[in-house]
């Protein structure tokens, strides 16, 4: 892989160097956890309500990471250890009274201490996440099938207070605005009719949409409420067509009311396909570090910051290495953990794809074929003419 490029110091001029961004910290934040206490003093309550806060919300994120099973071995942080792993803190609702603290704290973590807390216990971990999707909350009953009827779909509702944007697999519940009711209605999602769907997406600045539908079935002796997630794009995915549908199935054996049913099933539904993510994603702890070297093509220097920023941030890469800058071109050596298959899957959510060829290693951007096969054609010629 010897070749010349020219123009690289007025690439790197521009760019101002290449440098290993720190991944993404969105998975390190837990939103909007519940905190109450009660103390001697107001401060006091305040106190043991942030401190306990912390506790819960560093949990919650260890289990957002890790496998299910490794639940039980999760790393148990002393109080002072817990502000230490803490990188800030976001408070509302705020209630208090001289010995009672009540508020909805949002807790950012430092990724570093929460990577070393599990490494140093031996737990596997993801932390690359998954393309957002905006939900479509499809609602079944005897009475019909229902989207954005606010009095109809209590199932939209519980989406809506979900709050599931920080997770492997993020989540966004549509506004159910009018923009959104002339877009896309009933027939469109039920036929996946991705010319409706696209836009819509797009209006919410992703590129997948979440079909989720529930049919509650209440002639059964408990009430059943059968939920199908099915994840919808333009282009083919990375993810197996397996991976791309979770289904549950819940009975009412509890006689929940219908609010809590309906939450329930979310969460199950969730729990499910986030692990089914995880499963691809997962990093073992004692991981060995692998490298690669690659060729990368791009069209413009804005598709190579771009793709440079994609690498930088993805979890699995350790360290991007720039040995040679054209103005079409890039020459790159890759330090990642785990496998190259676990790679390619994170790199197709930045719309990034990996590809080798019997020559070599090729990055290029975007996501669909043509443009793979563009980049393909036009790699072998230069391959060819030097």
Do not use: C
């Not at 083919?236 to 819940?250: E, N, P, Y």
């Amino acid at each position: 892989m010897s070749r010349i490029f020219a123009f690289l110091a007025l690439f790197w001029t521009i760019s101002g160097g290449v440098t290993l961004a720190q991944a993404a910290e969105d998975v390190f934040t837990v939103p909007r956890v519940e905190v109450d206490a009660t103390g001697r003093s107001a401060a006091e309550a305040r106190d043991e309500a942030l401190t306990q806060g912390r506790l819960d919300a560093a949990r919650l994120l260890m289990q957002r990471m890790t496998p299910q099973r490794y639940w039980g071995r999760l790393p148990q942080f002393g109080k002072r250890e817990s502000i230490d792993i803490v990188a800030g803190i976001q408070i509302a609702n705020e209630k208090t009274s001289s010995t009672r603290y009540l508020a909805d704290v949002t807790y950012s973590f430092k990724p570093d201490r929460i990577r070393n807390a599990l490494s140093a216990n031996r737990i596997p971990y993801s932390e690359t996440q998954a393309r957002t999707a905006v939900v479509l909350p499809l609602y079944e009953t005897a009475e019909g099938t229902f989207l954005w009827e606010d009095n109809q779909n209590p199932w939209a509702t519980a989406w809506a207070d979900k709050h599931l944007t920080h997770e492997l697999v993020p989540l966004l519940a549509p506004l159910g605005e009018l923009a959104d009711i002339v877009s896309v209605n009933t027939q469109d999602v039920l036929s996946q009719n991705w010319a409706r769907l696209g836009p819509f997406a797009q209006r919410y600045n992703v590129s997948e949409v979440l079909i989720a539908q529930a049919r509650l079935q209440q002639t059964t002796e408990p009430e059943e409420l059968a939920v199908t997630l099915t994840k919808v794009d333009g282009a083919a995915s990375a993810l197996s067509a397996s991976s791309r549908q979770t289904s549950v199935v819940i009975r009412n054996t509890n006689n929940l009311p219908l609010e809590e049913l309906l939450s329930f099933a979310i969460d199950q539904a969730f729990d499910r396909m986030q692990a089914q993510w995880k499963s691809q994603t997962i990093i073992r702890s004692d991981a060995i570090e692998n490298m690669f070297f690659a060729s990368v093509r791009f069209s413009d220097h804005r598709d190579w910051l771009t793709i440079r920023n994609g690498l930088s941030n993805l979890p699995a890469i350790s360290d991007l290495q720039v040995r040679a800058l054209s103005m079409s071109g890039a020459e790159v050596t890759i330090r990642h953990l785990g496998s190259l298959g676990q790679l390619r899957v994170g790199m197709a959510q930045r719309d990034l794809r990996l590809v080798t060829t019997d020559r070599d290693v090729l990055i290029v951007l975007g996501d669909d074929d043509d443009s793979l096969a563009n980049a393909v054609e036009g790699f072998l010629n230069v391959e060819e003419d030097e």
